[in-house]
T-cell receptor
Framework: KAGVTQTPRYLIKTRGQQVTLSCSPI?????VSWYQQTPGQGLQFLFE???????NKGNFPGRFSGRQFSNSRSEMNVSTLELGDSALYLC?????????????FGSGTRLTVV | GQQVMQIPQYQHVQEGEDFTTYCNSS?????IQWYKQRPGGHPVFLIQ???SGEVKKQKRLTFQFGEAKKNSSLHITATQTTDVGTYFC?????????WGAGTKLIIKP
């Protein structure tokens, strides 16, 4: 079966712009979580969506937002980009929240803000 | 807030030596998951531990969950070059997954 698909893989944006990242979970998975990973850092939780509802949110400013559609696909938006937003953004999907099988991650979108 | 401390941050080993990473939570966990991230890759789920005192093995990897469900460890016996990467633990508490900072396994040339 197809894995978690994230698009685009790479993105270069200018400070002040906004960006939208997309995540298509594994078919049948209803939970989608987003993480930010910077060099040398662990995984910083952004938010989790389940059946189109945001279940949990991490400690990120309001510039970071997301949504989930009825087909479980999710988008993440970052407005007014800052240099510090340069990171690998990972999406993870699962059937349910905190599933026994663990999360399946996509390959990520590498965002560079210049 | 809830935290999962993971140590060490880095471990350099000769190929064939053992490797261990430890995770300690400030709160009791309902379960703990382990992931491996290869250089340039994304985290891949390895295993989940649920029961107090649980020990699970996957070939050369041994995972343990503490009796109090607050700590966990991953031990790799006789490391190989394919083991290189960063190992993360993620504890489930109050339906939130709390991630450790990861331990990077480096094989000395």
């Amino acid at each position: 079966k197809a894995g978690v698909t994230q698009t685009p893989r790479y993105l270069i944006k200018t400070r002040g712009q906004q960006v939208t990242l997309s995540c298509s979970p594994i078919s049948g998975h209803r939970s989608v979580s987003w993480y930010q990973q910077t060099p040398g850092q662990g995984l910083q939780f952004l938010f989790e969506y389940f059946s189109e509802t945001q279940r949990n949110k991490g400690n990120f400013p309001g510039r970071f937002s997301g949504r989930q559609f009825s087909n479980s696909r999710s988008e993440m938006n970052v407005s007014t980009l800052e240099l510090g937003d340069s990171a690998l953004y990972l999406c993870a999907s699962s059937l349910e929240a905190s599933p026994p099988g663990g999360y399946t991650f996509g390959s990520g979108t590498r965002l560079t803000v210049v | 807030g809830q935290q999962v401390m993971q140590i060490p941050q880095y471990q350099h080993v000769q190929e064939g030596e053992d490797f261990t990473t430890y995770c300690n939570s400030s709160t009791t966990l309902s379960n703990i998951q382990w992931y491996k991230q290869r250089p340039g890759g994304h985290p891949v789920f390895l295993i989940q531990l649920v029961k107090s005192g649980e020990v699970k093995k996957q070939k050369r990897l041994t995972f343990q969950f503490g009796e109090a469900k607050k700590n966990s460890s991953l031990h790799i016996t006789a490391t190989q070059t394919t083991d290189v990467g960063t190992y993360f633990c993620a504890g489930n508490s109050n339906y939130q997954l709390i991630w450790g900072a990861g331990t990077k396994l480096i094989i000395k040339p």
